[in-house]
Each structure stands twice: as C-alpha cells, then as structure tokens.
Nanobody, 114 residues
Framework: VQLQASGGGTVQPGGSLRLSCAPS????????LGWYRQAPGKERELVAS???????NYADSVNGRFTISRSNSANGIKLQMSSLKPEDTAVYYCNLVPPMGGYWGQGTLVTVSS
C-alpha cells in the first residue's frame, strides 16, 4: 500500500497550501502519522507528526507556520502550510511515524518561488 499525498503546487513566498493524505485501513487510525519532505540534494526529514490522540509535534523549521491535523475519517491527515518560504520547496510525503518503507508514495511537489 502506497500512501498518496495531494495538494502540492507552486506558490509565492508568504503564501499557503494545504496537503492531504487519505489512506484506508485501521492501522492509520491507531498509529502516529507524519508529513515528511525531501528537498533537492537533501535527505528526507519529518516535519510534522500527529498521534492517535491528536498530539502534535513539529520540526523547528516549520513550527508556528505548519499545522497538522487528522481528517474527519481519522485515517487521513492534512498539513496546512502558511507563510511559506523558498526553503520549504520539496516533495512532501505522508507515512507512519516511524515510517514503513512499503508505504512511501510518489509524494506531492511544493515549490515556493517568486
């Protein structure tokens, strides 16, 4: 099962985007889920996570600008990104926390550029 992220695009610095990930299966409801990103030439990093009880954690680089939440179905997650910066440019993925290799999808590209 590959987790498909959607909602990426090109936005100007200071803009906003909302990403979505809607997997099926109870495993995603009872485990922590996270948003990861991989910028060109860099390793993939975890930027936000949410537990089954909706406790959240953020990387320092996005804290205060990004908000992770669970969707109504509780299986999926969203990432509201605001005050975007050029350094947020990356391919964004969703996965369990810690991630499982078989669940990596193609991700969704976010480009922040003027």
């Amino acid at each position: 099962v590959q987790l498909q992220a959607s909602g990426g695009g090109t936005v100007q610095p200071g803009g906003s985007l909302r990403l979505s990930c809607a997997p099926s299966g109870s495993i995603f409801r009872v485990n922590s889920l996270g948003w990861y990103r991989q910028a060109p030439g860099k390793e993939r990093e975890l930027v936000a996570s949410i537990s089954s009880s909706s406790s959240t954690n953020y990387a320092d680089s996005v804290n205060g600008r990004f908000t992770i939440s669970r969707s109504n179905s509780a299986n999926g997650i969203k990432l509201q990104m605001s005050s975007l910066k050029p350094e947020d440019t990356a391919v964004y993925y969703c996965n369990l926390v810690p991630p499982m290799g078989g669940y990596w999808g193609q991700g969704t590209l976010v480009t922040v550029s003027s």
